[in-house]
C-alpha cells in the first residue's frame, strides 16, 4: 500500500491496439485503451492513479496503490502476430502499525492494528497469550496479545510481529 506498482503486457512488437480491462474487487470495471495508429489513448471510468507507461512496451503504472486497487487487471494486445493477453490478480499488502504497552494489571499487550493480511504475533519469552484477532471494513485485521508470562518473575519481554509487508518487534518492562 502507498507504493507504485508496475504491470506489463505480453512484449510484442508492431503493435496495433493495447487494451486493460480492470476488473476491482470494490466498485465498477475500467478500461484503459492505446491505438498505435493514432497514437492515442482513452480511459473509461479508471482514476487518475492509472496510467500508460511506453517503455519500452506498453504496461500499467499504479500509483499510491491502495485496498481499492485490489482485482484482476488483463491486458490485450492486438498485433501483426495475433492477439494475446496477460491476466494479474492484485492483492494490497498493508503493514500493521505496531503498539506495545502496560494494560491496568501491569501485563504487556502487543497491538497490530489494521494489517492485510492478518500478523501473526509472538513474544520472545514463552507465553500461553491467545491472540484475537478484529477484522474491520476495508480488509484490514486488528491482532491484539497479552503476554501471559509461565513465570512471575519476569519484568521485560518483546513482542514480535510476522507479517509479508515486514516484521516489527518491540519491548517493554511492565
Not at 504496461?59 to 488483463?74: F, S
Not at 500493521?96 to 509472538?122: E, F, I, M, N
Not at 519476569?154 to 515486514?166: E, L
Request: neutral net charge.
Amino acid at each position: 500500500v502507498g507504493h507504485s506498482s508496475m504491470l506489463a503486457c505480453p512484449p510484442k512488437s508492431n503493435i496495433t491496439m493495447v487494451t486493460w480491462k480492470i476488473s476491482p474487487k470494490v466498485g465498477g470495471p475500467c478500461t484503459l485503451g492505446y491505438r498505435a495508429d493514432q497514437n492515442k489513448t482513452d480511459r473509461t471510468n479508471c482514476s487518475d492513479s492509472m496510467t500508460w507507461k511506453f517503455r519500452p512496451d506498453p504496461a500499467l503504472e499504479i500509483r499510491q496503490v491502495g485496498i481499492a486497487h485490489e482485482g484482476d487487471y488483463t491486458c490485450e494486445v492486438v498485433a501483426t502476430e495475433g492477439n494475446f493477453h496477460e491476466t494479474y490478480h492484485l492483492t494490497v499488502l498493508v503493514p500493521p502499525r505496531l503498539t506495545l504497552y502496560c494494560d491496568d494489571q501491569g501485563t504487556p499487550v502487543c497491538k497490530a492494528a489494521a494489517g492485510k493480511p492478518a500478523a501473526q504475533v509472538s513474544w520472545v519469552l514463552e507465553s500461553n497469550s491467545t491472540p484475537k484477532e478484529e477484522g474491520h471494513d476495508n480488509g484490514t485485521v486488528t491482532v491484539l496479545s497479552k503476554f501471559m508470562a509461565y513465570s512471575t518473575n519476569v519484568t521485560n519481554t518483546t513482542c514480535i510481529v510476522s507479517h509479508p509487508a515486514g516484521n516489527q518487534s518491540k519491548s517493554i518492562a511492565c
